[in-house]
């Protein structure tokens, strides 16, 4: 049985939220994520290395921005 606590479970369902629609945003809203998009296509051809704080940081707020402002979170998740 996993002993993880309750409330690190219920932040895991959260960042899996968060990130299901920051994917969904990514892929298919062209007005959406455009700084993370362009920051994307400029290390395209490398490979990646691990993103400076100061850019990570840059990108978090957009991210969050985005979801604040969608209209839906949507839920991917199996529920039975």
Avoid: G, W
Avoid at 44 to 56: A, E, F, G, Q, T
Avoid at 59 to 66: G, P, S
């Amino acid at each position: 049985m996993n002993h993880k606590c309750y409330y690190e479970k219920v932040i895991d369902e959260i960042i899996m939220l968060l990130k299901n629609n920051l994917i969904l945003l990514y892929n298919y809203d062209d007005q959406a994520l455009l700084e993370l998009k362009k920051y994307c296509l400029d290390k395209v051809h490398k490979r990646y290395k691990p993103i400076y704080y100061s850019d990570l940081v840059f990108l978090t707020e957009e991210a969050l921005n985005e979801l604040i402002n969608c209209d839906y979170f949507y839920d991917f998740r199996d529920i039975e």
